[in-house]
């Protein structure tokens, strides 16, 4: 299983951005997806995850100015990312708990990360 981010960049406080991953590979069913961000000399917490109901959780931080979205058929999730701070610079992480067709449980399963620098 891989997970491919894409998205991020460089925006103005205040400005928007759109991160996105998909995953692919033998894939049975995904649980959960969801992001986390890593700032230099923190530990990495979540932003966000979505459920395959389409329940959703969010970091308090970001509550009112983050969605998560996924498409089950296409093993995608995005976050749109608005009213953007310099607090939330950071390597995004694109997550998902997968059930590949050889297992009978899920593990988790990460992408490579995405830079979002928020700065004037």
């Known amino acids: 299983v891989q997970l491919q981010a894409s998205g991020g960049g460089l925006v103005q406080p205040g400005g928007s951005l759109r991160v996105s991953c998909r995953a692919s590979?033998?894939?049975?069913?995904?649980?959960?997806m969801g992001w986390y961000r890593q700032a230099p000399g923190k530990q990495r917490e979540l932003v966000a995850r979505?459920?395959?109901?389409?329940?959703?959780s969010y970091a308090d931080s970001v509550k009112g100015r983050f969605t998560i979205s996924r498409d089950n058929a296409e093993n995608s999730v995005d976050l749109q990312m608005n009213s953007l701070k310099p607090e939330d610079t950071a390597v995004y992480y694109c997550?998902?708990?997968?059930?590949?067709?050889?297992?009978?449980?899920?593990?988790?399963?990460w992408g490579q990360g995405t830079q979002v620098t928020v700065s004037s």
């Open positions: 997550n998902a708990n997968v059930r590949t067709h050889r297992s009978i449980t899920a593990r988790d399963y």
């Open positions: 979505i459920f395959s109901d389409s329940i959703t």
């Open positions: 590979g033998s894939i049975f069913s995904i649980s959960s």
